[in-house]
């Protein structure tokens, strides 16, 4: 076996398992259209095609109205849309950038007008109901315009969770940068290393539950910690997130697993157009002032904080071979299958100055000449009690 049919091979067999992988991802999503179809005279029209295309992938799905004209269109990853609605006697209904959220259900009704099918009735300004009609849940969805945008602690996106209606919690940070603790609860508090935080345990109440009762999901996966309640064992990196919904009360029966917040993370996704990022923090102790504060005779400092995140990401249409009688050749997944990768890493270490006393060598000797016998002595002069002393004032 030559080594080209061997990375053949090996192409082929990595493009089936990124597509079975994105298409177990794409079947997690919860999100849906739905509405009803009717004439100027509020007459519900049965049978009407129903067309949704998704803009960035190109992927489109189809349905028909049900003979009480109500149509619904399920498995949707969030983003921008267009919807179009048709039926023989009635002009063609096409609703431009229709926004559907993660894990939420969209209430678009559509009016058809009597006309020829071949004329088009375009909608350009498309804003969903005023009020929520499809549930009672009070939720907000954290978009990934404001996850790249707004400060967060650790880049963590968990930290905006604060933004949702019906949520409060304690966001301060103690001298030290860790987080501090709700009142009366356990745990290993927020995230004090970024979002290699192993059980990042927010601290956020909703519904007037504690924060263990908080429940975590990634791409429909819990990722909820079994050691402590209310902890995510995954926190992920901006550039991996597309959209959280958070909900804070009133459920449906899908999320009963907890009381309290209800916090659902969508993975991005790739496109049809290739996009990446990059970025990098870099903080080091050269680059901070020493403060000439610190007290009578004592030594200046500074802040010796050597830090380096950095990270990135990149998605695309997959390619995958195509064998014809030219050869093989290769084709683009577009409006197909898509690939997409984030990392994210963290390099730090620190390095500071301290006051202390310790005992001289001159010191010990002269406690251990007084009291030979006493257990101070016993105890300087036992082995491996010597201080690592570099220099003494």
Known sequence: MNHALVNLIRISTCGLLLLV??????????????????????????????TLTNKATGQVKTTSTSG?????????????????AEKEGFKKQLLEDVVVNAEAAQGMDIMLTTGEVSETVTVTDVTGQALETENGNVSRALTTLEIRQLPQV??????????????????????????????????PGGSNNSIFQTENQ????????????????IDGVSVN??????AALVTPNQESVKEVRVLSSTYSAEDGRNSGAQIKVVSQDGTNDFHGSAFIKYNSPKQNAFNKFNGPGAPTVRVNDYIRQFGGSVGGPLYFPRFGEG????????????????????????SGTGRAFVETSEYRQLVQSIRPGGVTASILGSTGVLPRTINVF
């Open 327 to 350: 050869g093989p050749s290769t084709v683009w997944g577009r409006n197909k299958s898509f690939f997409f990768i984030s990392y994210e890493g963290l390099r730090s270490s620190t």
């Open 202 to 217: 927010v601290q956020i109440s909703a519904n007037g539950q504690r924060l263990s009762s908080n429940n975590f999901q």
């Open 154 to 187: 650790g880049r963590d996106p968990y930290e905006l969770l604060r933004l949702t209606p019906g949520v409060f919690g304690d966001g301060s940070r103690g001298s030290n940068g860790g987080a501090v603790n709700l009142p009366n609860t356990t745990g």
């Open 68 to 84: 009480d004209g109500f149509y619904r269109i399920s498995g949707l990853a969030p983003g921008n849309y267009t919807l179009s």
């Open 21 to 50: 992988a994105v298409t177990s991802a794409r079947g997690q999503f919860t999100a849906a259209v739905q509405g009803t179809i009717s004439d100027s005279t509020g007459g519900l029209i049965p049978d009407a095609m129903v």
């Open 225 to 230: 910690s079994f050691n402590w309640g209310g």
